[in-house]
């Protein structure tokens, strides 16, 4: 009887988290797309959400896979989710990626004029994420099954990632399509949820009775993803509203946060 009530109690965490990430595109995207989103405001909300995901990963995704899989399939696995996103990030921009102050800009600038971009910024933006997503859903099924107490943590900072995201992505279809905008960000961040949440009940229903040491390997694949789309995507996105002093603050202040939450 106990352990029919764990199952459920097991399965009611998990539609909880999964549902609420997933929702949390759709939220940030309505929040975008009802008033324009203040530059201090955005540095300090991706700020925060970017400490958080550096707290998650640090504090709790990495140690847990670690002491599940041993110190080399965790590094091995860590990579592999890197090398995933960046890979489709290369892929995307044609195998090369500079910013615009950059040496290297003017060879990005001719080389996108001779190979047009696969799609609009927003499709880009919008279709990159989405595959963002399948990473961040599998964390957090991998995460539940690994530990409960982990799998909260991990769907509470997608939470926060996950709405920043989609306030991004409404600023951009509101430069491009002007105020008749609404239907396309609701489109593009319910398919960002509804991506999320296939892949969380992928990695739940699937993988939650694979060995510890694979859940291990899985969480440091699912802590390279979104450690990368922190450094090359959150934190430079902070940094490009001009205040970089709140953005500093704010990325402290979610990393600390989740520190003080750890029960390592």
């Given amino acids: 009887m106990f352990g029919a009530w764990h199952i459920v109690e097991g399965n009611f965490a998990f539609l909880l988290l999964a549902s609420g990430a997933a929702i949390a595109s759709p939220v940030g995207g309505w929040l975008g797309s009802h008033g324009k989103i203040g530059t201090l405001f955005l540095s300090i909300s991706v700020g925060m959400a970017a400490g958080v995901l550096l707290g998650t990963f640090t504090f709790e995704m990495i140690p847990t896979a670690g002491a599940a899989a041993g110190k080399i399939p965790t590094i091995a696995g860590f990579v592999v989710g890197f090398l995933t996103v960046y890979i489709f ?24 004029r001779i190979q047009r971009a696969r799609g609009s910024k927003v499709t880009l933006l919008a279709g990159s994420t989405a595959i963002e997503e399948l990473i961040e859903g599998l964390s957090i099924g991998v995460g539940l099954a690994a530990d409960p107490n982990l799998g909260v943590m991990i769907g509470v900072a997608i939470m926060l990632d996950n709405v920043v995201e989609g306030m991004s992505i409404a600023e951009i279809i509101r430069a491009e399509e002007g105020e008749n905008a609404s239907r396309s960000i609701y489109v593009w961040t319910c398919l960002i949820g509804l991506a999320l949440f296939s892949s969380a009940i992928v990695g739940w229903t699937f993988l939650s009775d694979i060995a510890p040491s694979m859940l291990g390997v899985l969480l440091a694949f699912g802590a390279g993803g979104m450690f990368y789309l922190t450094i090359a995507d959150l934190l430079p996105r902070s940094a490009k509203t001009q205040y970089q002093q709140s953005a500093a603050l704010a990325v402290a202040a979610g990393f600390l946060l989740i520190f003080a939450l750890t029960n390592r």
């Avoid at 500079?98 to 996108?112: I, M, P, Q, T």
């Fill in 89 to 112: 990030d290369l892929y995307i921009n044609h195998g090369f990626i500079a910013g615009h102050e950059s040496d290297e800009w003017h060879k990005l600038s001719r080389l996108h």
